[in-house]
């Protein structure tokens, strides 16, 4: 079946600019999370959904971070005024329900470059 | 917070060989996930481990869970090229769904 997909897989935008990264989850998966994940490192949890509420949001770094799920499907990441330090490969997992329960099977991720 | 070591940070073996890449916490192990990272691509789940002493096996990759040493091992029989990436483990922390990653180990297999 088809897995995680992300879109778009790659952005390019300048300092200042808003984006919105989306995430396609595997369908019936009730979990969702964002990571952040830079070079040379291990992903860094930024948010996670349960069904439609945000049950975490504990890993944005500042108010210029925002997500959505509105539907308990799709979600939304947004970055808004980005800087060069927001730089970095954006990647989004889900899974059946609850970490330590069910595998988190992630998207190819969403490579974000502000210039 | 917790914090994840992998050990070693980047592995080079000769096709054939056995290796063993280690993943410890600094805090109480409640689980833990490997996963494997093929340059510039997605992660691959390979396997969850839940409980202390559980061991599990993929073809030829085992993991391990050590609770008291709050340590587990991922453990690759007679590699071949296609085990080479960036094996990452990931660690879930008691009452959050936060999963905390190791900077991952760089397995370079040659023929």
């Known amino acids: 079946g088809a897995g995680v997909s992300q879109s778009p897989r790659y952005k390019v935008t300048k300092r200042g600019q808003d984006v919105a990264l989306r995430c396609d989850p595997i369908s019936g998966h009730v979990s969702l999370y964002w990571y952040r994940q830079a070079l040379g490192q291990g992903p860094e949890f930024l948010t996670y959904?349960?069904?439609?509420?945000?049950?975490?949001k504990s890993g944005l770094p500042n108010d210029r971070f925002s997500a959505e799920r509105p539907e308990g499907s799709i979600s939304t990441l947004t970055i808004q005024r980005t800087e060069q330090r927001d730089s970095a490969m954006y990647r989004c997992?889900?899974?059946?329900?609850?970490?330590?329960?069910?595998?988190?099977?992630f998207g190819p991720g969403t490579r974000l470059t502000v210039t | 917070s917790q914090e994840l070591e992998q050990s070693p940070q980047s592995l080079i073996v000769q096709e054939g060989k056995n290796l063993t890449i280690n993943c410890t916490s600094s805090k109480t192990l409640y689980g833990l996930y490997w996963y494997k990272q093929k340059y510039g691509e997605g992660l691959i789940f390979l396997m969850m481990?839940?409980?202390?002493?559980e061991e599990k096996s993929h073809e030829k990759i085992t993991a391990k869970l050590d609770e008291k040493k709050q340590q587990s091992s991922l453990h690759i029989t007679a590699s071949q090229p296609s085990h080479a990436g960036i094996y990452l483990c990931?660690?879930?922390?008691?009452?959050?769904?936060?999963?905390?990653f190791g900077k991952g180990t760089k397995l370079t297999v040659n023929p």
């Open positions: 959904f349960n069904y439609e509420a945000q049950q975490d």
């Open positions: 990931g660690a879930f922390q008691g009452g959050s769904e936060k999963l905390v």
């Open positions: 997992a889900s899974s059946l329900g609850p970490s330590g329960a069910y595998e988190q099977y």
């Open positions: 481990l839940q409980k202390g002493g």
